[in-house]
């Protein structure tokens, strides 16, 4: 039997108790593993004066599957983001984020079955970004003035958005292919084409030309505004949404919200050759160590993970597990249970244990 290696980052935050609770309920699968720990954030920061250490992703380029907690990037100052980071160092340019309703889970929706499709390397998050006030902001705006005879105040910090023909005909492709592969119906592009004509208009002209390769695909474009309005109405009406990272981003959080929260809204990040498996959600700092929070997100990345790594039966057998777990009610967190009283919500490991004994049936 394989023992798969895989790269272990707890994280921070809440992080290192819903990847304890997804390696538990992993290990109770058939699969085994073979996991090597790594710390990213501030921790490694203080370990090793950096918070990306070259050795984590040498580890990862190794093993090609992660299995990542959150990390928490500090606003306005401090590091940048780790987790952006590590999706540009290792060529990550896909991330892929399903979002289903489960029977059990309070929403007013039912029946979604979306999964959203985001650029991950390009747009604003490329990291190219000028401060207020420095030599090189002063130089870009009056660069700015010559070239298009626009005035830009210079007490203003600009981030550029940048997107590619080529990056976007890869992410473009491979939204198409997913749906291919996946028996979806339909890919929706997502763009706000009609006021950012070369960013976001090449997006969309790109996507009009990869669609014709893709005959038995529906194809269609939504500007994201209208789109944020019409999941909200009627989510039921997507299937693949791809979109450039910043609304990718918004969009993922939005639809997470539609199923019952970032407690339940699994993802992965891929590239050529790694794949990172990570919940949608962050570090959450204000609830860190309480042993509280809902790992189903965590633990459905590890049903991707599992599914990735040809492990069908296993994959299939810990999605019915946490599904039977979520229809029961009896072993949820508190954001599945709204109103509950104190004594009926569960811990996170609790939820561990029951989906584990969902396992043993
Ligand atoms: P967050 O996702 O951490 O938390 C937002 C709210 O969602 C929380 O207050 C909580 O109410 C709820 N929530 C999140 N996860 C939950 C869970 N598993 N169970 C139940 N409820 C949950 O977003 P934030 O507060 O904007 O960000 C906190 C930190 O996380 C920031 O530093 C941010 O940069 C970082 N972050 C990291 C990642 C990542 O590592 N991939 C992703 C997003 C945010």
Redesign the pocket.
């Known amino acids: 039997m394989t023992t798969y290696s895989i790269t272990l980052i707890p994280?921070d935050?809440?992080?290192p108790e819903?990847t304890q609770a997804t390696r538990r309920v992993l290990e109770a699968t058939a699969v085994k593993f073979h996991w090597e720990v790594a710390s990213v954030g501030s921790k490694a920061e203080e370990m090793f004066g950096t918070p990306l250490p070259d050795y984590v992703l040498d580890l990862i380029k190794k093993n090609k599957v992660a299995l990542?907690?959150?990390?928490?990037?500090?606003?306005g100052s401090g590091f940048r983001?780790?987790?952006v980071a590590l999706r540009q160092n290792l060529g990550l340019y896909a991330s892929l984020r399903p979002c289903k309703t489960y029977p059990g889970i309070a929403s007013p929706y039912k029946d979604i079955d979306l999964v959203i499709i985001r650029e991950n390397l390009e747009d604003l998050y490329c990291g190219i970004e000028f401060e207020v006030r420095a030599a090189e902001t002063l130089r870009l705006i009056e660069l700015v003035k010559d070239l298009k005879g626009k005035e830009v105040r210079e007490d203003s910090g600009i981030s550029l958005k940048v997107i590619s023909r080529e990056g976007s005909a890869r992410i473009l492709r491979f939204a198409f292919e997913y749906a291919r592969q996946n028996r979806r119906k339909k890919v929706t592009a997502v763009h706000k084409a009609n006021i950012l004509k070369f960013s976001d208009g090449l997006f969309l002209a790109t996507a009009k030309q990869i669609a014709k390769d893709y005959p038995k695909v529906e194809f269609e474009d939504m500007i994201v505004d209208n789109l944020v309005m019409q999941l909200v109405k009627k989510p039921q009406q997507y299937d693949v949404l791809v979109a450039p990272n910043l609304y990718g981003d918004i969009i993922s959080d939005l639809c997470a919200g539609l199923v019952g929260?970032?407690?339940v809204a699994p993802g992965v990040h891929l590239g050529d050759e790694v794949a990172i498996f990570?919940?949608?959600?962050?570090?959450?700092?204000?609830?860190a160590g309480q042993n509280k929070?809902?790992?189903m997100?965590?633990m459905l990345s590890g049903v991707m993970m599992l599914r990735h790594l040809g492990e069908k039966q296993s994959a299939t057998n810990l999605e019915k597990a946490i599904i039977e777990v979520i229809r029961e009610g009896k072993n949820l967190?508190?954001?599945l249970k709204p109103g509950a009283p104190k004594d009926q919500i569960a811990t996170t490991s609790q939820v561990a244990d029951a989906v584990i004994e969902k396992l043993k049936k």
């Open positions: 994280g935050g809440i992080g819903v990542k907690g959150p990390v928490t990037t500090p606003v983001s780790v987790n929260g970032l407690g990570e919940a949608v959600h962050g570090s959450a700092p204000k609830y929070v809902n790992p997100a965590m967190t508190y954001d």
